[in-house]
């Protein structure tokens, strides 16, 4: 019997630090993730000095309880990953760091994981990968449609022209005055709203591009016109009102890769894959395909994905030396 591969993943990209253990690329031992969250809501977002700050001193804590919970110890461990961009470069450098002295102390490979390769490798845990398959990014920082046809093979056949969708529902959270991060709000309160707002149906196009600037610049305008008339703002219904529209442009896009490029199955990647209309209108539209979703502790950021795709990279021996940099802006 072959031994067991097992990997330590470290994500701190942004603001989550985390360190997985994954045995053989699909069980996940452990998956500690450290929020920053409070201490970036009373900015609004998140203020990249402070997440770096953060990132130190949680660093040693994600990895001790992520050996805790698994009874392992370092030795036990057949390579260290991290993710290496995108994301802010004070963050990044914590958990390269981590990582790299950890595979050099200890002897083992180091492996360099993209942010978003992760968060597309969060669905091996659920299913096996059909090729061709198609992958709807959506986070705070991406939007993008991604096919491959095999393994860490990507192609971006989309993306968006301006805004992040996540970004977009954080700013328009912000408008109405609910805390950061937005997302999840929205979703929320659209729960008890109407889509009674007018706003524009957005990129009514054939290309495979996304845009979401011009919505957000509507819900902005939106409610300095009305609260300058005196009117009061139906903050359920226009958080549906903007959804339904910021939805309904993921979902069709979505639909148009999957005709175009004969996808086989549909992932769906990233923070905002977690929104409760997305999941519904995605798997009802696209019902004659296999549309898998992580669960929510999958969606957002966390080091497990990262050791998903760590160990399909182990395998291909896609390994990295200690030269290796952050690179804060990288493509997939
Ligand atoms: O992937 P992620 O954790 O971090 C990045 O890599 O950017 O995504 C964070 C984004 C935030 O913009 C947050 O507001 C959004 O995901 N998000 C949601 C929901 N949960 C998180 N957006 C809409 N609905 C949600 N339920
Ligand atoms: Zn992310």
Request: hydrophobic share 40%; proline share 4%; net charge negative.
């Amino acid at each position: 019997m072959m031994k067991d591969i097992i990997i330590m993943a470290i994500e701190s990209s942004c603001d989550e630090t985390s360190c997985s253990i994954i045995r053989n690329g699909l069980k996940i031992e452990s998956n500690i993730v450290a929020s920053q969250i409070k201490s970036h809501k009373r900015f609004g977002g998140v203020v990249p000095e402070v997440a770096a700050r953060h990132h130190v001193e949680a660093i040693t804590y994600v990895v001790d309880q992520a050996l805790n919970e698994t009874g392992l110890s370092l030795e036990d461990i057949d390579a260290f990953s991290a993710t290496t961009g995108p994301g802010l470069v004070g963050s990044l450098l914590v958990g390269v760091n981590a990582a790299k002295t950890l595979s050099m102390t200890y002897n083992k490979p180091f492996i360099s994981t993209h942010h978003i390769a992760g968060h597309i490798y969060a669905n091996k845990f659920l299913t096996e990968f059909k090729f061709p398959l198609l992958t709807l990014v959506v986070s705070g920082g991406h939007t993008e449609l991604v096919v491959m046809k095999d393994e860490l093979d990507f192609e971006v056949i989309g993306e968006t022209l301006d805004d992040a969708v996540g970004e977009a529902y954080d700013k328009v959270a912000r408008v109405l005055d609910l805390p950061y991060p937005g997302g999840p709000h929205i979703d929320r309160l659209a729960k008890e709203g109407e889509p009674t707002y007018s706003l524009p149906k957005l990129m009514d196009d054939d290309s495979l591009y996304f845009s979401f600037s011009g919505i957000k610049s509507a819900v902005i305008n939106l409610v300095h016109n009305e609260t300058q008339r005196g009117n009061e703002i139906r903050k359920a219904d226009l958080a549906c009102s903007f959804q339904e529209r910021a939805v309904e442009l993921l979902v069709r896009k979505t639909k148009m890769a999957v005709r175009k490029y004969g996808i086989t199955q549909v992932l769906v990647a990233g923070g905002v894959a977690a929104n409760s209309r997305l999941r519904a209108k995605i798997v009802e539209d696209l019902n004659n395909i296999e549309v898998v979703l992580p669960p929510l502790s999958l969606c957002t950021d966390n080091a497990a994905m990262i050791g998903a795709c760590s160990y399909q990279q182990f395998v291909s021996e896609d390994f990295a030396t200690m030269e290796e940099k952050v690179r804060p802006n990288i493509d997939l």
